[in-house]
Antibody, heavy 118, light 109 residues
Framework: QVQLVESGGGVVQPGRSLRLSCAAS????????MHWVRQAPGKGLEWVAV????????DYAESVRGRFTISRDNSRNTLYLQMNSLRGEDTAVYYC???????????WGQGTLVTVSP | QSALTQPPSASGSPGQSVTISCTGT?????????VSWYQQHPGKAPKLMIY???KRPSGVPDRFSGSKSGNTASLTVSGLQAEDEADYYC?????????FGGGTKLTVL
């Protein structure tokens, strides 16, 4: 069965960096585009970034463009999100999610909490 | 990219039907047949319920249906059951990006 397991969250000061990982199993990771989606405490879902199956194309939400970088290592079945220059408004649970059809997401991880606080 | 507009809340009694709307623009909902709906129970990850406006993934009950007219998409839940109580989010492709709605809390009375 498909499993996505995020890790790397924690408490970080504003302006610092953090790298999230998402370990995938149960499907051919190298064949699917992957997304990061976040959810601030008590708030709705916000799309963060997408990467194609081979890593050749990436897109970002305006709110993170230039600060966050999505990448993948298909040999390790792992998705990454490098987050630099973190701000308080980046505080959220970060989910990785697998592309299904078009821009729908059929499997999600359990999420990892990132807290940006002095 | 602005969030899609959903009503903050909706409710219905068991067995009834409820419809949740999701309004965007011609640059997202109205421009593509790429609307999805997600169900999220408290403390859980979202679950895909509808994709490409009206298609159901395997395992999703046929009580859940989706439609679209112009810039507004809708999710209808028929034969409401207690376990349908959750937050529901729409999303749409918006040209190299994905935009979500603000979410609707569905209460089963």
């Amino acid at each position: 069965q498909v499993q996505l397991v995020e890790s790397g969250g924690g408490v970080v000061q504003p302006g610092r960096s953090l790298r999230l990982s998402c370990a995938a199993s149960g499907f051919t990771f190298s064949s699917y585009g992957m997304h990061w989606v976040r959810q601030a405490p008590g708030k709705g879902l916000e799309w963060v970034a997408v990467i194609t199956y081979d890593g050749s194309n990436k897109d970002y939400a305006e709110s993170v463009r230039g600060r966050f970088t999505i990448s993948r290592d298909n040999s390790r079945n792992t998705l990454y999100l490098q987050m630099n220059s973190l701000r308080g408004e980046d505080t959220a649970v970060y989910y990785c999610a697998k592309r299904f059809s078009g821009w729908s997401l059929d499997h999600w991880g359990q999420g990892t909490l990132v807290t940006v606080s002095p | 990219q602005s969030a899609l507009t959903q009503p903050p809340s909706a409710s219905g009694s068991p067995g009834q039907s409820v419809t949740i709307s999701c309004t965007g623009t011609s640059s997202d909902v109205g421009g593509y047949n790429s609307v999805s709906w997600y169900q999220q129970h408290p403390g859980k990850a979202p679950k895909l319920m509808i994709y490409e406006v009206s298609k159901r993934p395997s395992g999703v009950p046929d009580r859940f249906s989706g439609s679209k007219s112009g810039n507004t998409a809708s999710l209808t839940v028929s034969g409401l059951q207690a376990e349908d109580e959750a937050d529901y989010y729409c999303s749409s492709y918006a040209g190299s990006s994905l935009v979500f709605g603000g979410g609707t809390k569905l209460t089963v009375l």
